[in-house]
């Protein structure tokens, strides 16, 4: 059995940064392919980035390129969501998914979720 734990996340001032993590325990943590989703209030959940199990290949959203930045340690079976330069539409709950498959076609496992608020 896989589990994500994310933490980090908060109320932030707009242009503020915060960064969020998440902790994968069980079994062969780091074959994992890991992923960002958040999802807004009376919004569907929507993607934000990804980074493949090496560490070597990312990919984001277009409404945060330039602004966040994931990463992963896989020494500590922890993946990062470094978050610059937020916005108040940025605000949602956070959550961090593994999954097989880069491309993300299907998610093995999610996280409880984290929220994130930004005042304007």
């Known amino acids: 059995q896989v589990q994500l734990v994310e933490s980090g996340g908060g109320l932030v001032q707009a242009e503020g940064s915060l960064r969020l993590s998440c902790v994968v325990t069980?079994?062969?943590?780091?074959?994992?392919?890991m992923g960002w989703f958040r999802q807004a209030p009376g919004k569907e959940r929507e993607f934000v980035a990804v980074?493949?199990?090496?560490?070597?290949?990312?990919k984001y959203a277009d409404f945060v390129k330039g602004r966040f930045t994931i990463s992963r340690d896989n020494t500590k079976n922890t993946v990062y969501l470094q978050m610059n330069s937020l916005k108040p539409e940025d605000t949602a709950v956070y959550y961090c998914?593994?999954?097989?498959?880069?491309?993300?076609?299907?998610?093995?496992?999610w996280g409880q979720g984290t929220q994130v608020t930004v005042s304007s």
């Open positions: 998914a593994a999954s097989y498959n880069y491309e993300f076609r299907s998610v093995n496992y």
């Open positions: 069980g079994r062969t943590g780091t074959y994992y392919n």
């Open positions: 980074i493949n199990w090496r560490g070597d290949m990312t």
